[in-house]
């Protein structure tokens, strides 16, 4: 099964411009599902309900809150590697 990855972010966040970088990036080098949701959208409120998201960025991972802030990216990768 293919590992899905949420990045929560928001128009206000100066972090997350940062956050989104070491995603796309990551994404060149693994095959995995990658999407970005607003925290001020419909779908980013949900999560935000969901996970009690209360600060962005928050990447979820497989149904599981796995960094909040920009993720370190050779941490990011290892959790890319061996699914938790």
Request: charge should be negative; include cysteine; hydrophobic fraction near 35%.
């Amino acid at each position: 099964m293919m590992v899905k990855v949420t990045l929560v972010t928001a128009e206000w966040c100066h972090f997350c411009p940062t956050a989104k970088q070491v995603w796309r990036e990551l994404k060149e080098k693994y095959n995995f599902e990658y999407s970005e949701v607003d925290y001020d959208s419909p779908e980013g409120k949900k999560l935000v309900d969901e996970f009690s998201i209360v600060s962005v960025p928050t990447t979820i991972i497989d149904d599981q809150i796995a960094f909040v802030g920009v993720p370190d990216k050779n941490k990011a990768s290892k959790t890319l590697e061996s699914p938790v």
